[in-house]
């Protein structure tokens, strides 16, 4: 029996050249319609998700912290952080919500997936000192050092102990996505790569016995910008952002498949109403 459950680790707001892209706009013309956008979006949930599977426990991505929205944490010299705004209360980090399920890290979690190093999706990384932590080789290959900083990383405020297991999408292909690696011995947890937000950027995709759930990070923020092929104005890479959304359609279609971005309330919808992607 496999279950996915969502769990809400605060809200984030971002500007709406950040969520959708122009098509006309290339890398850093997106930059730029970020920064002169006056619009912001509401205020979108910050996603992780556990996953149940007789092999073990497995958390996707572990949120951001409430330090974030303190003064000091954020590096002051990037106003690109200016341009996303977190709120993250003390319990709603994923430690606390895991512990309201019941759920203690170091006993009842086999590992914690990164789809990639964005602080967002590391933020809650303190949490789990005890655990194996996988996350995308290739992703943690450019979010490191002055160059993660400088797009979305923090690894100055990353644990001290954090050593994650990097891996490569070099196991069986899954669909229109040539490689995966398998998280579980039966494969029915991958990564399967998902570039374009960020270089290295992976997915999850869980397969169930009568449902197929594809989590997608931050590879599209939403079911209608995937329909559309609509890139975000994050993407260093449009092409190849777009090529990756139209291989997340062609899987989603070849069986019944719920689709959870990271940073989507419909998502939450779907899961909880069973809606499968059309
Ligand atoms: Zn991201």
Not at 46 to 75: A, K, M, Q
């Amino acid at each position: 029996m496999i279950k996915v459950t969502a769990i809400e680790t605060g809200k984030a707001r971002m500007k709406t050249a950040q969520q959708t892209g122009s098509d006309q706009r290339g890398a850093v013309g997106r930059k730029i319609d970020i920064f002169r956008d006056r619009n912001w979006v509401d205020p979108l949930p910050i996603l992780c998700f556990l996953v149940e599977h007789p092999e073990g426990r497995f958390l996707i991505d572990t949120g951001d912290t409430w330090r974030n929205s303190v003064p000091g944490y954020l590096p002051g010299w990037n106003p690109f952080y200016k341009q996303v705004s977190i709120r993250v209360a003390p319990n709603e980090e994923v430690g606390p919500r895991l512990a309201a399920m019941g759920l203690d890290p170091a006993r009842d979690l086999s590992a914690v997936v990164l789809t990639h190093f964005h602080h967002d999706h590391t933020g809650g990384l303190d949490h789990f000192p005890h655990n194996r932590i996988i996350g995308p080789k290739a992703n943690y290959a450019i979010s490191t050092g002055l160059r993660g900083m400088m797009t979305g990383c923090l690894p100055q405020r990353w644990p001290v102990w954090l050593k994650p297991e990097l891996v490569e999408t070099d196991g069986p292909g899954i669909g229109p996505f040539s490689q995966s690696f398998p998280i579980t011995r039966d494969g029915r947890i991958a990564l399967v790569p998902t570039p374009g937000h960020v270089a290295g950027h992976c997915s999850v995709i869980v397969r169930g016995d009568d449902m197929t759930y594809f989590l997608a990070g931050d590879a599209t923020y939403s079911q209608e910008n995937l329909l559309a092929g609509r890139t975000d104005g994050v993407t260093n890479d449009p092409a190849l952002a777009r090529e990756t959304l139209r291989k997340i359609r062609e899987f989603c279609a070849m069986q019944p498949t719920i689709l959870l971005p990271a940073h989507n309330r419909d998502g939450l919808r779907r899961l909880e109403q069973r809606e499968v992607f059309a």
